[in-house]
């Protein structure tokens, strides 16, 4: 009997995946993540992009509650969608990322753009 469910479902399914699979993403329980990757462990987590872009300047490291990806908050570069949507965007890492690359991108963007000018930004040696 579960042969023919799955073979019922896979063949009328409409290339959706699975109920079950779709149903994780679904509820508020498959979006909220309870384990935190040890790269998310070294920077502020948010609830949201939005949440974040508020409350950091230019340079922040952060990540979102539901995403693995790390973020760093820069300016729109270019494009007129970019620019309409602030003065903050957040520019994402992959999970792999390492984080000496993630760290070097916030000090360039907190260098460039940034307000304060602090000895650990000057004493910062990006490696190559």
């Known amino acids: 009997m579960r042969i023919i469910d799955l073979l019922q479902e896979s063949r009328f399914g409409g290339g959706r995946g699975s109920d079950i699979g779709r149903s994780v993403f679904s509820s508020k329980s498959g979006t909220t993540r309870q384990k935190v990757k040890s790269s998310k462990g070294r920077v502020k987590v948010f609830k949201s992009i939005s949440k974040a872009l508020s409350a950091s300047d230019y340079g922040s490291i952060f990540s979102t509650v539901a995403s693995d990806r790390i973020y760093v908050v820069t300016k729109p570069t270019w494009g007129e969608k970019s620019r309409d949507q602030g003065t ?7 999970s792999g990322t390492p984080f000496s690359e993630i760290k070097g991108y916030s000090v360039r ?8 000018r ?7 040696k990006e490696h190559k």
């Not at 963007?109 to 304060?116: A, Q």
């Not at 602090?118 to 910062?124: G, L, R």
């Open 88 to 94: 903050k965007v957040a520019k994402g890492f992959a």
């Open 109 to 116: 963007t907190r260098k460039k753009h940034g307000r304060e």
């Open 118 to 124: 602090s000895e650990k930004i000057s004493k910062y």
